[in-house]
T-cell receptor, first 110, second 114 residues
Framework: GQNIDQPTEMTATEGAIVQINCTYQ??????LFWYQQHAGEAPTFLSY????GLEEKGRFSSFLSRSKGYSYLLLKELQMKDSASYLC???????????FGAGTTVTVRA | DAMVIQNPRYQVTQFGKPVTLSCSQT?????MYWYQQKSSQAPKLLFH???????NEADTPDNFQSRRPNTSFCFLDIRSPGLGDAAMYLC?????????????FGPGTRLTVT
C-alpha cells in the first residue's frame, strides 16, 4: 500500500512563513501534488513536483527530494485566507490514481 | 469555464433511504473518481471510471454503486445509507497523460443521514 505522512496541525502568525512537510513511501513515483482545501470545500490544486528541487509560485513554493521520499510546501507572507487544510498526494508509477495524506490544518492568527 | 459540477451541494436523507449524488464535467476527461471524505481525514477513493470501465476499490462497501452513462456524467448511488455514511462526497476528474495526473475536484456534496 501507499503511506503518506504529514503533520496534523500547524499554527502561525499573519505575515510569517510556515513549512508543511510530507514524507511518503509508495510503490514507485510519478509525481507529488499539493492541494489546498478550505473547510467544507473541495480541494484545489496548488503545485506539482516530479523532479527534485524547488518550484516557486508566488507566495507558495514546493520542494521535492525523491531519494528521501520527502516534500514540503512553503507558505510565505501568510494571510488569514491561507487558513485551510493542505493535502499532500502522490501519484505512484504506472497508476493514474492519487494517494492522499490526511492533510495538515494550518491556522493563521492575527 | 471548464469545470466539475456536483449536485446537490447539500443532501439530507433518512437512514436506509436510497440516495443518488450526481457529477458532471466539461473538461472531457476520461477518468472520473468518487471520494468519501470525513472530517479531518484524507479523501478515501471509493471507485473510479476509466472511460466506461468501472474500477471498484477493494474496501468499498457494496452499499455504494456508481453509473457513468456518458463521458460527462457520473452518479454515486448509496442503496441503504447508514449513519456512518454521513460525509462529504467529492467527484474528481483527470486525464491519463504522461506528465502526472492532476485531479480536478467538484465542490462536493455534503450528505447528512438522519
Amino acid at each position: 500500500g501507499q503511506n503518506i505522512d504529514q503533520p496534523t496541525e500547524m499554527t502561525a502568525t499573519e505575515g510569517a512563513i510556515v513549512q508543511i512537510n510530507c514524507t511518503y513511501q509508495t510503490s514507485g513515483f510519478n509525481g507529488l501534488f499539493w492541494y489546498q482545501q478550505h473547510a467544507g470545500e473541495a480541494p484545489t490544486f496548488l503545485s506539482y513536483n516530479v523532479l527534485d528541487g524547488l518550484e516557486e509560485k508566488g507566495r507558495f513554493s514546493s520542494f521535492l527530494s525523491r531519494s528521501k521520499g520527502y516534500s514540503y510546501l512553503l507558505l510565505k507572507e501568510l494571510q488569514m485566507k491561507d487558513s485551510a487544510s493542505y493535502l499532500c498526494a502522490v501519484s505512484p508509477s504506472n497508476d493514474y490514481k492519487l494517494s492522499f495524506g490526511a492533510g495538515t490544518t494550518v491556522t493563521v492568527r492575527a | 469555464d471548464a469545470m466539475v459540477i456536483q449536485n446537490p451541494r447539500y443532501q439530507v436523507t433518512q437512514f436506509g433511504k436510497p440516495v443518488t449524488l450526481s457529477c458532471s464535467q466539461t473538461l472531457n476527461h476520461n477518468v472520473m473518481y468518487w471520494y468519501q471524505q470525513k472530517s479531518s481525514q484524507a479523501p478515501k477513493l471509493l471507485f473510479h471510471y476509466y472511460d466506461k470501465d468501472f474500477n471498484n476499490e477493494a474496501d468499498t462497501p457494496d452499499n455504494f454503486q456508481s453509473r457513468r452513462p456518458n463521458t460527462s456524467f457520473c452518479f454515486l448511488d448509496i442503496r441503504s445509507p447508514g449513519l456512518g455514511d454521513a460525509a462529504m462526497y467529492l467527484c474528481a476528474t483527470s486525464t491519463t497523460g504522461t506528465s502526472g495526473y492532476e485531479q480536478y475536484f467538484g465542490p462536493g456534496t455534503r450528505l447528512t443521514v438522519t
